[in-house]
């Protein structure tokens, strides 16, 4: 664990990032820092739980045909309006709404798209489960052109930024800029965050995988295959006992594999071949995707790289399979021995 030898806050390290190493623009600058003041604040929001009345639903449903937790629309509008008059961004991208938003005509547009799960395990709130808020970071490919869905529709390659904040015993912010995995906690007495590991890594290696195991009889051969040898221990083909954990909120699970390693997987299943998966690619996959290789661990849809998916629809899902490279890459050499083609 990163001990920091003297306290940096979020604001140098950017300004660090920018000055020292040329490795992001002022304007992204400002983007990150913007995105971490709205954390912050659903962070107030949610630690209020049922003293401010804005537990339980909504009473709709969003673009996914998910009921809707008071929670998931007031993180929505949180980001909306931290990120709207800035003039760092052409529009915003969620997973609680249909299509882009483009910056309205009364404030600047600028140079980068910003996509994000709001509130990512919204299932988790009610029972104090931790939960979080992820965000990616793309290039508006038309400067100055009205922002259409297909200026999202960019590989998670082509990030520039990625990261999440876990709402949960402490509040997190974990960041990538291109340059490693950075973490940062929140001090609720002063509001600053503050770095408190400057390089996360990814195990290699583990004995710790994370997958619904209730959708068993709906896996495909290779995962099947997978986790029938975890589950089989020491005296199975791996020689060595493996432990589950499963807490339904991607980001609180990302986040154990980004500190101590392990396998997610959220894997493609025979429930609904039009769905090949549960996660959305654009603001799920693809950030947790970029933070994971990002701290030496590798993200996969079984057949190859989160990161390399050419994207055909703004909520797309995708097959997830992320985390200590080893078992990635046995997982995909598992799918390639028996030839199923995912996309
Ligand atoms: P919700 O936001 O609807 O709770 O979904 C959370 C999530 O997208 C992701 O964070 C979890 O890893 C996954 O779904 C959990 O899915 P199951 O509920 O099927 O285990």
């Not at 008059?85 to 140079?111: F, N």
Request: aromatic letters at 6%.
């Amino acid at each position: 664990m990163f001990t920091p030898s003297r306290s940096v806050s979020l604001t140098q390290y950017l300004i660090e990032t920018q000055r020292g190493r040329q490795l992001i623009s002022a304007e992204l600058r400002l983007l990150l820092e913007v995105v971490a003041r709205a954390c912050k604040r659903i962070s107030y929001a949610v630690g209020k739980g049922a003293l401010t009345g804005i537990l339980g639903e909504a009473g709709n449903t969003n673009v996914q045909g998910e009921a809707q937790k008071k929670l998931d629309v007031i993180a929505n509008e949180v980001l909306l309006e931290a990120n709207a008059w800035g003039g760092h961004l052409a529009a915003m991208a969620s997973e609680e709404m249909d299509g882009p938003y483009p910056i309205p005509d009364r404030y600047p547009r600028g140079e980068f798209l910003l996509l994000f799960d709001p509130l990512d395990g919204s299932s988790n709130i009610d029972v104090n489960v931790s939960i979080g808020t992820i965000f990616s970071v793309l290039r508006m490919p038309e400067a100055g052109a009205v922002p259409r869905i297909e200026h999202f529709l960019q590989p998670g390659r082509a990030q520039l930024a990625a990261g999440y904040a876990v709402y949960g015993p402490s509040t997190l912010l974990v960041l990538t800029v291109g340059a490693g995995a950075a973490c940062f906690t929140l001090d609720r007495e002063t509001g600053s965050w503050w770095l408190t590991q400057d390089r996360m890594t990814v195990p290699r290696s583990t004995r710790e995988f994370a997958i619904n195991a209730s959708n068993a009889r709906h896996w495909e051969p290779p995962v099947r295959r997978y986790i029938d040898e975890l589950l089989a221990g020491a005296s199975g083909p791996r020689g060595a006992d493996f432990n589950m954990r499963w807490v339904a909120s991607m980001v609180a699970d990302v986040h154990r594999v980004l500190t101590r390693g392990g396998i997610f997987m959220y894997p493609r299943d025979a429930r609904d071949a039009l769905r090949p998966g549960r996660l959305r690619l654009m603001y799920e996959a693809n950030p947790m995707g970029l933070l994971v290789e990002q701290a030496g661990g590798a993200a996969s849809t079984g057949m190859g790289s989160i990161l390399e998916v050419q994207p055909a629809s703004l909520h797309q899902r995708v097959p997830v399979i992320l985390g200590s490279t080893e078992e990635v890459e046995r997982l995909e050499a598992y799918h390639r021995e028996s030839g199923q083609q995912l996309t």
